[in-house]
Structure formats: C-alpha cells, structure tokens
C-alpha cells in the first residue's frame, strides 16, 4: 500500500497491553524526507503518528528514561 514515490520499510511489529499493536515502519518520501511512522492499532481504530528523527529521538529518551525507572 505505498504511494506513488515514496518506500517502506517496516521495523518492527510490537504486541502491547490490552489487544493493542505497534507497528513501526520507516518512510521515505519522493523528495528523500525520511520518517519514522508509528501506528498503533487498537481493535479496528488505527493511529499514525510519523516522528522526523530528532523528534523520534527525543521519544525514544523519554520512553527509556520511564522504562528504566518504572522497571526498579
């Protein structure tokens, strides 16, 4: 299902709490932008969120920072 120009590469597939599902999938668009779309499915409802990569890691320092602490 990728648009015209643009390539997919999918990352991972992540099953979470309650029945729901992550999936990461890095984008490349026809001009060369590149992002990180996070979908996380939840029954039949999706959610896309596309991250550039500075805010995908700032995401990811935030989610290992709670990780960390929450797993003491």
Known sequence: MSEAGE?????AVIQA?????????????????RAL??????????TDLELDPDTAKRLAEVLTGWAEAAGK
């Open 7 to 11: 390539g997919h590469t999918q990352r």
């Open 17 to 33: 709490p309650w029945g729901r599902e992550v999936t990461v999938t890095e984008i490349v668009y026809e001009g060369g932008m």
């Open 37 to 46: 779309r996070l979908r996380i499915r939840e029954n039949k409802r999706f």
